[in-house]
């Protein structure tokens, strides 16, 4: 047996042994026993019962502080006992004001250095500590609540018969966090829902036939109003989205055997009204919004890229788009109609030259063909993220609803185009992530290269001006 | 929320079980994985596999006096078995540096005999129950939750050269113990 079997046999000693090993310990016992020996000598004389106390606080909390220090990552070298229960205090409270904790932050992250820190003006705020902090801790999404504090939310529950089989689907409505109603489903796995004027629109697979969906309608105050099967005659249809439309009926929109794009509408009762099935070939309905006349969807794999499609109000599409040139691949990540145009928020990645052998994510091909080629495995951020940010930049394309063509665009380099939304006072609102660190991990399966992005919001007017551009502070993260 | 409520959380297939889980163990369980990986997203691989394979193994398992260590278990095992496969360069350096350690107490390492795991760790679990706690928790520290000397030495406030020497007086223990006990390796 070697060493290493060796080590590894050692996974299966006593429990209670693993635990006691994990247990906080007080440290510098021994000094205290010291200290606790001499101080008796003074008790006679003062009171110094409230001294010892005093001290046994002190050394918890430097205790708990070096803890905390060790399960967040964070470097004591350099700090005195004082700061460092300083900045534990100024962590733990979320104070974020002594001036070292940012610093100490930071420190903790120079594999993934925060570089977007170079375009704030003098020191950082406490509230851009505190994001860093929470960014830090794999908070990196941030939660954005609907405006009334209405949430709608989704959960399984499985059979307690010794495997996981599917039970029930529960979809629930809170307000202010609070549970307002609950409703279940037993037919079907919730895969997602849509609000319409009078409720909502839940829908699923069975979890044994993927042949349809069913589809229900909720009304607001948490009745059932119908459920039924969605049956197209596929071998396998999935529901993508619900849309009410003018006429106020329900527009199904699904993909039929991974080929067909298919709109079938629903009275508000229930009754099937139409079915419309278009081939597009294999691929994905990423995103379809309400243009006039119909829709626009974007559809797309991860072979081929990404493509537009126009929708008249019967399903038949009528238009198809996509973006390239010769040097660029177009990434379309999301559309909205405005001001009469549609807009597509999408970031643009160099056509790689056939000169790569390497068959790695395709954005980043020209990137990780360079690595191997060098046999480079460890690479620094400094030198990885302006290569990074040479690959990509974020574009918002302003085209003509009827042809497709991009009349305008707006380019940002080192970025990505995100989120598109309109504001309550009609304004236009473009997230753009700002790559700003990275780091190459190539024995990781789910990326290959990771990393941070600051959002960047730019503002259009009515008219289709860009009026302003604003660092939200927020952080996502990079993951290709 | 105590272990024992997390567990009936686990058996009656509430997954808010994995949530509770995660805010109590989390960030020690992908401490554990960071210091065999030593690497981010890789740790946060193995403490999200830690909470399938959880999910998947209570029941039958009831670990309500043991959770941690149940937890822990799992998420060591997976971050060994990730630098098999991937053969992180990264991290082998580390658990090659153990493995040397351990050889030292093998009774006899050339032998080609078999022995059963389980008679391993009952031999073993038997010599650390003769260890004195502070001795105990420094070898498994150093080997469990395979920690750097450094680390061992802030931990416990003793110095790292009496870490090294009390870990090469264990070794030498466990080696004789397995010896006298009949443990052939």
Redesign the interface.
């Known amino acids: ?4 079997e ?17 247990i906080k ?1 007080s ?5 205290f026993k010291r200290f606790a020996a001499m101080a008796a000598c003074f008790i006679i004389a003062l009171s110094l019962g409230v001294g010892i106390r005093t001290y046994a606080a002190e050394i918890q909390e430097y205790n708990d502080a ?1 803890e905390f220090f ?4 964070l470097s004591t070298d350099g700090l005195s006992r004082k700061e460092i229960k300083t900045i534990y205090r100024d962590i733990t409270t979320k104070s974020f004001s002594y001036s070292k904790t940012g610093e100490v932050i930071m420190n903790s992250m120079t ?1 993934e250095q925060i570089q977007g820190y170079e375009i704030w003006q003098g020191e950082p705020t406490p509230e851009d500590i505190e994001r860093l902090w929470n960014h830090k801790n ?1 908070n990196g999404e941030f939660i954005i609540t609907d405006k009334n504090d209405i949430l709608y939310d989704y ?6 018969n ?1 495997y ?1 089989d599917f039970e029930k689907s529960y979809f629930e409505k809170f307000s202010n966090n609070t549970l307002v109603w609950s409703v279940s489903f037993s037919e079907f796995i919730i895969s997602g829902y849509s609000e319409i004027s009078d409720g909502v629109i839940v829908y699923g697979n069975a979890p044994d036939n993927y042949r349809f969906d069913w589809i229900a309608k909720i009304d607001k105050n948490g009745n059932i109003i119908w459920k039924q099967k969605h049956v197209n005659n596929f071998s396998y249809e999935m529901i993508v989205d619900v849309i009410e439309n003018s006429e106020g009926n329900y527009d199904v929109i699904s993909r039929g055997d991974s080929y067909y794009f298919c709109l079938t509408k629903y009275s508000p009762t229930g009754e099937k009204l139409h079915f419309k099935k278009s081939e597009i070939g294999n691929f994905g309905i990423w995103n379809i919004e309400r243009f006039t006349g119909g829709y626009i969807a974007l559809i797309g794999n991860f072979v081929e890229g990404e493509k537009i499609i126009r929708i008249d109000s019967d399903g038949n599409i009528t238009e198809s788009f996509a973006y390239s040139d010769e040097s660029f691949y177009y990434h379309v990540t999301d559309m909205i109609e405005f001001n009469g145009r549609i807009y597509l928020s999408a970031y643009t990645t160099p056509v790689f030259s056939e000169t790569n052998t390497s068959f790695c994510y395709y954005e980043l091909r020209n990137i990780v063909d360079y690595l191997i080629t060098n046999n480079i ?1 460890d690479i620094s951020s400094d030198e990885l993220t302006p290569m990074i940010r040479e690959n990509y930049t974020a574009v918002l394309l302003v085209c003509d609803p009827s042809t497709g063509s991009p009349e305008q665009f707006f380019s940002v380099k080192g970025s990505m185009g995100a989120e598109l939304s309109i504001t309550e006072s009609g304004e236009l609102l473009w997230d753009v992530e700002s790559i700003t660190t990275t780091f190459y ?1 190539p ?5 290959t290269f ?1 990393g941070n992005c600051y959002i960047f919001e730019y503002t259009f007017n009515t008219s289709g001006t860009l009026v302003s551009q604003n660092k939200t502070g927020e952080i996502t993260n990079f993951r290709k | 929320m105590n272990d024992g409520k997390i567990v009936d959380l686990y ?3 509430n ?1 808010e079980a994995i949530k509770y889980t995660s805010d109590k163990y989390g ?2 369980l992908r ?1 554990i994985a ?1 210091g065999i ?1 030593n ?4 740790a ?2 193995c403490e999200n596999d830690t909470y399938v394979r959880a ?2 193994s209570i ?1 039958p398992h009831e ?1 309500r006096e ?1 959770l ?3 937890l ?2 799992i998420t ?2 997976i971050a ?1 078995d ?1 630098c098999k496969e ?1 053969r ?3 991290r082998t350096a580390l ?2 540096e ?6 030292q ?2 009774p006899y ?1 050339d032998d080609k005999s078999i ?1 059963d ?2 008679t ?2 009952d031999g ?2 038997k010599f ?1 129950g003769t260890l004195e ?1 502070e001795k ?2 420094v070898f ?2 150093r ?3 395979m920690d750097s000397i450094s ?1 061992i030495s ?4 003793i110095s790292q050269s009496k870490i090294k020497s009390m870990l090469l007086r264990t070794r030498n223990q466990l080696k004789e113990f397995l010896t006298k006990e009949g443990y052939e ?1």
Request: hydrophobic share 35%; proline share 3%; glycine share 4%.
């Open positions: 047996m070697r060493g290493k060796f080590l590894e046999k050692l996974e299966n000693i006593d429990p209670a042994y693993i635990e006691a090993a994990n310990v440290k510098n016992q021994n000094r070096i060790e399960d967040h990552g594999e794999y959960r399984l529950e499985y059979a307690d010794g996981i495995f991990s024995a990781t399966s789910s990326f990771g | 058996l009656e297939r997954e960030a020690s401490r960071y990986v690497d981010k997203s890789t946060e691989e999910w998947n029941p670990p043991y941690f260590a149940f822990a278990r060591r095992h060994l990730i991937r992180a360069l990264k658990i090659c153990l493995s040397a350690e351990l050889e107490c093998i390492p022995i795991s389980i391993l760790c073993i679990n650390l706690s105990r928790n498994i520290r080997y469990w939750y680390a802030k931990r416990y406030s390796l």
